[in-house]
């Protein structure tokens, strides 16, 4: 028996990634900063052109291998977590998530940056066994990194989407996924093949061409308007109702779409096209 032939509601699986979708900072550059280490978007940039890893997977690569990380510890991670500057209202998002009429929402983070990082981050909001980051083995004398046991990115963040979908037993097409750069291209084209909601969180990247639907703001709750047309079907007089009745106004919500297309003559390939008037 399946989660929504017990409630009642349709079961959603909401899947969010971490650096720049919730928050505004990269987890490898503030990192750096508090250690002091210098170039690290250079070596970003290095191995994404060398294809080595998987694009995301940088910082648990470098962490492994580069000579100058190897002083990181467990409890540097979890210091760099706090640091992160979080968008605003995650908690409160959740909270509405839950109001939302005949629909069950359950929430988790998937993302490359290192699980300590997430779980510190995110302390009193999301529940530490809802967030799947990159996990290490520590050497039990010295507290180094010696392994990597997983890494979600690429591939691997399609197959933790893939093992939430499966453990909840939903549909694909009950499946929403945010991210905002090109290490969630693999994840939203697998979400988009079965019909599931992709939302882009940044418009710069390969992503926002991907996904679904594209949300600029500075404030988690923005994902909320494409969940409620896209999901609930709602319309835009009641999402802003339901903004409304909880002291939220809704500013300058401009909704832009844009459609690419090539036009072709249905005839044989040398046939010109006609000129139309208007």
Known sequence: ?????????????????????LSYNDSGIVLCEMLSIRGFLERVAGLSKIHLIQQGGELPYLLLHDPEFRCVRKEHLSAVGNRIRLKANIGYLLQLLDQIDDYHFTFHVVSAAPEEVIQSALEGIVPAENIH?????????VGEIQSIIRVPAGNGKVAV??????????????????????????????????????????????????????????????????????IAGWNSMQIRSFFTSRGLVLQDWDRVRTDWLTIRS????DTPLLEGRT
Do not use: C, W
């Open 1 to 21: 028996m399946t989660g929504e032939q017990i409630t009642g509601k349709r079961e959603i699986l909401l899947v969010s990634d971490f650096d720049q979708t």
């Open 266 to 269: 249905a005839g044989p390939p």
């Open 161 to 230: 989407v893939e093992d939430l979908r499966a453990h909840l037993g939903l549909s694909h097409d009950s499946v929403v996924y945010v991210g905002d750069g090109n290490s969630d291209v693999n994840v939203m084209l697998h979400v988009n093949r079965f019909d599931g909601l992709t939302i882009s969180v940044s418009e710069k990247t390969s992503a926002a061409q991907i996904a679904k639907r594209t949300v600029l703001s500075e404030d988690a709750l923005g994902v909320l308007v494409p969940i409620l047309q896209d």
């Open 133 to 141: 980051g990159t996990q290490f083995r520590y050497d039990p004398g």
